[in-house]
């Protein structure tokens, strides 16, 4: 799941970064690159991420593993 967020994280970064230049008259204050707002969208999205990936974890580690193998 890391290397999903990462691998996300960077696209995303790449891409922003295209189409913040191409929309750079459109910007107010900011530059197309301006790395604190580009931290904090990575950090928000890699908050998220791991929100969504330590709830299913957190309810499936409580399941009793030979419950789970007898049901099926």
């Known amino acids: 799941m890391i290397a ?19 929309l750079a008259a459109m910007l107010y204050e900011i530059g197309p690159g301006d790395p604190i707002t580009l931290g904090v969208a990575a950090a928000t999205l890699t908050l998220v991420a791991a ?3 330590y709830i299913p974890a957190r309810r499936a580690a409580r399941i009793d593993p030979m419950e789970s193998l007898r049901s099926q």
Do not use: E, H, P
Request: no cysteine; proline share 0%.
């Open 4 to 22: 999903m967020t990462i691998s996300g994280l960077v696209v995303g970064t790449l891409g922003g970064l295209a189409g913040a230049r191409l």
């Open 51 to 53: 929100v969504a990936g």
